[in-house]
Every structure is written in C-alpha cells, then in structure tokens.
C-alpha cells in the first residue's frame, strides 16, 4: 500500500507558531501532494512535490521530501486560526498497472490553532 | 471557474430507498472521481473515469452504481444501502489521470442511512 501515514495525528498551537506535520509512505513514489479539509467539507489541494525534488515553497507553506527514508513535512509557518483544519498527504505511485498510481492518502493530521 | 459541484449536500435514506448523488464540474477536466470518507478517516476511491468511462472500481458493493452522461457530469446511485454505508462522499476531478494531476474536490454530500 502507498499510503501515507501522518504524525502527529493531531497539533495544538498558538496563533503565531510554527506548525510541523510528517507523513511516512511505504513504495515509491511519483510525487507527493498535501491537500487541506475543513471539517466536513472537500478536500484542497495545496503543494505537490516531484520525487526529484527535495524543497518546495508556497507561500506560509513549506514542505520537504526525503526519498531515501520515505518522508514528507509540511511546515506551516507564523499560523493563523483560519489554518484549522485537517491536513492530509498524499502519495501517488509509480505507474506498474491500471490504478497503481492513483493518489493514496494518509490519516490526516488534525490542526488547531488557537488565537 | 474551478468548481465542483455536488448535490445533495446532505441526504438521509433508508435501506429500501433509491438515491443518487450528482457532480459536476465545468473545467473541461477528463478524469472524474468518487471518495468516501468516514468521520476522522481519510478518502478512499471508489471508482475513476476517465474520459467517460470506468477506469478503477476499487471492489465496491453493487449496491453503489456510478454513471458518466458526459465529461461533466458524474452520478453515483444507491440502493439499499446499508448503515455502515453513512459517510461523506466526496467527487473530485483533474485534467486527466497523469501522474502530476491534482486533484479538485467538490464540498461532499453527507449521507446517512437509517
């Protein structure tokens, strides 16, 4: 299975504070994305990283992908309240037949941010 | 516009109806998708098409029958459904299946079945 499996399960921060998410997944990858969910609402995407990459920045964003050791981090700097929300990554494969590369998500990180 | 748009937003059935739920989106995108998610657990796919027609069924019961009237439109009809079955059920679409898509998800029905 390629799925992602995120830690911590759930974040509780200050607004101002720096808030850090790590996903592991298990195969290899073609890239990994990270998507936002409000509670009970539709998923948004927010950054994808190539498998050749190792840094990307958007923004408050910044993630980091380490391939040798099958790890992504997603750094959400100077947070605000408005970041509350669940965080979810996502790996998606390497083509090896129909489907298997589909995007897999992880459990999800639960991210408070209290004002 | 980058929306998809899913109705109901809310729907609750009982084990002898018949429902379905609808998606659209008019970003001219060619993959098409249904999720369900469970409370404080991830998306899982259920079905992908791709350019109007079914490319992935991850092994849903038939009690699930998703439908492509064209590349704007994605129904998923229910019968007899059962109560583990409530869940939010999520569509998304992306430009095709290429590996570098992301994907655009609609707001979700919720659905309970009683």
């Known amino acids: 299975s390629q799925q992602g499996e995120e830690d911590p399960q759930a974040l509780s921060i200050q607004e101002g504070e720096n808030a850090t998410m790590n996903c592991s997944y298990k195969t290899s990858i073609n890239n990994l994305q990270w998507y936002r969910q409000n509670s009970g609402r539709g998923l948004v995407h927010l950054i994808l990283i190539r498998s050749n990459e190792r840094e990307k920045h958007s923004g408050r964003l910044r993630v980091t992908l380490d391939t040798s050791k099958k790890s992504s981090s997603l750094l959400i700097t100077a947070s605000r309240a408005a970041d509350t929300a669940s965080y979810f990554c996502?790996?998606?494969?390497?083509?090896?037949?129909?489907?298997?590369?589909?995007?897999?998500f992880g459990k999800g990180t639960k991210l408070s941010v209290i004002p | 516009d980058t929306e998809v748009t899913q109705t109901p937003k809310h729907l609750v059935m009982g084990m002898t109806n018949k429902k379905s739920l609808k998606c659209e989106q008019h970003?001219?995108?060619?993959?098409m998708y249904w999720y369900k998610q469970k409370a404080k657990k991830p998306p899982e796919l259920m079905f992908v098409y791709s350019y109007e027609k079914l490319s992935i069924n991850e092994s849903v019961p038939s009690r699930f029958s998703p439908e492509c009237p064209n590349s704007s439109l994605l129904n998923l009809h229910l019968h007899a459904l059962q109560p583990e079955d409530s869940a939010l059920y999520l569509c998304?679409?992306?430009?095709?299946?290429?590996?570098?898509?992301?994907?655009?998800f609609g707001s979700g029905t919720q659905l309970s079945v009683l």
């Open positions: 970003m001219g995108h060619r993959a």
């Open positions: 996502a790996a998606r494969g390497t083509y090896s037949g129909a489907g298997s590369y589909q995007l897999t």
């Open positions: 998304a679409s992306s430009q095709d299946q290429g590996n570098k898509e992301k994907l655009f």
